[in-house]
């Protein structure tokens, strides 16, 4: 059972612009800047696509954005293409002994 | 460019011990800690645990899942850049794609993955 909390599905038309949420609990991603988001195609590993909460690594398109508001982060999708079609998932540090927890992701539909 | 691929047994009896290695190329194993996080099908991520050597003695620090915690155990060989992961006790629960990922000191993120093995867990 994911401890972060994601929409199962979301959805938009190209050029479109989708946000998706993960919210999460008073122990994890409230307090600490380390949410980071990944892409992750059928039957391939994850890449990271936001880091630190807003951070774009290189080689990331600007379409890739990422907030958060007190439990909640976002990752919106601007500009959407078909390449963006894909499973999402979130993944924040949890502090207490040290570990990380993810959410149970969100599939990206281009219509 | 760095990358890394896991090996191991795709098929574990239950109540047997999951072995796989990560072989880390192109890059050094110093100055990140390398985790394991596997995947259920059809399911999020799960964060199994990290393990960082330290220093030219070797020195490993390790973090596990606590929900794993007696189960698992992870090491570092720094002369064949390799990362175990060694899980006891396997039930069908531990059914899943396993990945070794590469954490950046001082973050928490994981910057390169390996294509990650399916390991079932059945007799």
């Known amino acids: 059972q994911s401890v972060l909390t994601q929409p199962p599905s979301a959805s938009g038309s190209p050029g479109q612009s989708v946000t998706i949420s993960c919210t999460g609990s008073?122990?994890?991603?409230?307090?600490?800047?380390?949410v980071s988001w990944y892409r992750q195609y059928p039957g391939k590993a994850p890449q990271l696509i936001i880091y630190d909460v807003t951070q774009r690594p290189s080689g990331v398109p600007d379409r890739f954005s990422g907030s958060r508001s007190d439990n909640t982060a976002s990752l919106t999708v601007s500009g959407l293409q078909a390449e963006d079609e894909a499973d999402y998932y979130c993944s924040s540090y949890a502090g207490r002994n040290n570990y990380v927890v993810f959410g149970g992701g969100t599939k990206l539909t281009v219509l | 460019q760095v990358q890394l691929q896991e090996s191991g047994p795709g098929l574990v009896k239950p109540s047997e011990t999951l072995s796989l290695t990560c072989s880390v190329s192109g890059g050094s194993i110093g100055n990140y800690y390398w985790t394991w996080i596997r995947q259920p099908p059809g399911k999020g991520p799960e964060w199994i645990g990290y393990v960082h050597s330290i220093g030219s003695d070797n020195y490993q620090s390790t973090n596990y899942n606590p929900s794993l915690e007696g189960r698992v155990s992870m090491s570092v060989d720094p002369t064949k850049n390799q990362i175990s992961l060694k899980l006891s006790s396997v039930t069908a629960a531990d059914t899943a794609v396993y990945f070794c990922?590469?954490?950046?000191?001082?973050?928490?993120?994981?910057?390169?993955w390996g294509r990650g093995m399916l390991v079932i867990v059945s007799s």
């Open positions: 990922a590469r954490q950046p000191a001082g973050d928490w993120l994981y910057d390169i």
């Open positions: 008073g122990s994890d991603l409230p307090n600490y800047n380390f």
